[in-house]
T-cell receptor
Framework: EAGVVQSPRYKIIEKKQPVAFWCNPISGHNTLYWYRQNLGQGPELLIRYENEEAVDDSQLPKDRFSAERLKGVDSTLKIQPAELGDSAVYLC???????????FGPGTRLLVL | AQSVTQLDSQVPVFEEAPVELRCNYSSSVSVYLFWYVQYPNQGLQLLLKYLSGSTLVESINGFEAEFNKSQTSFHLRKPSVHISDTAEYFCAVSAQTNSGYSTLTFGKGTMLLVSP
């Protein structure tokens, strides 16, 4: 069974540019999470989806971040415009609905110059 | 709200020595507890978890952790480490709620450095 797939694995952009990350969860997993992991820190939740509904986006900086999961399967996280402080690893995770165990993808490492 | 404290940012140890990575949590409700491992340039992999039942849980590669409710701890141990255990280890907590559980709150991580 394939795990959580993320692309790209690495991205380098200049500040003020837009960037997008893509995630495909494990097949059958209704719940999808986006986390941000700053250097030397643990992951912090940005948004959680149950199917196509964002059920927890309280930590998503909505002025520049947006996310979508239109068909309740794969998801895209966008930053526009990017700032220097957005440099981090963006992790996607998925789980079965109402199950506590999450499975993580390899992450996208973003560097904003 | 929940919080997790990992007391050591780095733990250096020699190969075949025992190791303990400490984790304490804070929560006003019952919790689920997890240890994740992150190898360089990779995502997080679930190492072990405590949901209910026996307070001692084990992983397939020799790690174990014990849930201690009175001390609000979930320390990770291994009796003999290998070079390949070098990685960052994250403790995480999820609170039990009426609708199931809350989202994961992670500690800052402990870097385990195993040298020959």
């Amino acid at each position: 069974e394939a795990g959580v797939v993320q692309s790209p694995r690495y991205k380098i952009i200049e500040k003020k540019q837009p960037v997008a990350f893509w995630c495909n969860p494990i097949s059958g997993h209704n719940t999808l999470y986006w986390y941000r992991q700053n250097l030397g820190q643990g992951p912090e939740l940005l948004i959680r989806y149950e199917n196509e509904e964002a059920v927890d986006d309280s930590q998503l900086p909505k002025d520049r971040f947006s996310a979508e999961r239109l068909k309740g399967v794969d998801s895209t996280l966008k930053i526009q415009p990017a700032e220097l402080g957005d440099s981090a690893v963006y992790l996607c995770a998925s789980s079965l609905l109402n199950r506590e165990t999450q499975y993580f993808g390899p992450g996208t490492r973003l560097l904003v110059l | 709200a929940q919080s997790v404290t990992q007391l050591d940012s780095q733990v250096p140890v020699f190969e075949e020595a025992p190791v303990e990575l400490r984790c304490n949590y804070s929560s006003s409700v019952s919790v689920y507890l997890f240890w994740y491992v992150q190898y360089p340039n990779q995502g997080l992999q679930l190492l072990l978890k405590y949901l209910s039942g026996s307070t001692l849980v084990e992983s397939i590669n020799g790690f174990e952790a014990e849930f201690n409710k009175s001390q609000t701890s979930f320390h990770l141990r291994k009796p003999s480490v290998h070079i390949s255990d070098t990685a960052e280890y994250f403790c995480a907590v999820s609170a039990q709620t009426n609708s199931g559980y809350s989202t994961l709150t992670f500690g800052k991580g402990t870097m385990l450095l195993v040298s020959p």
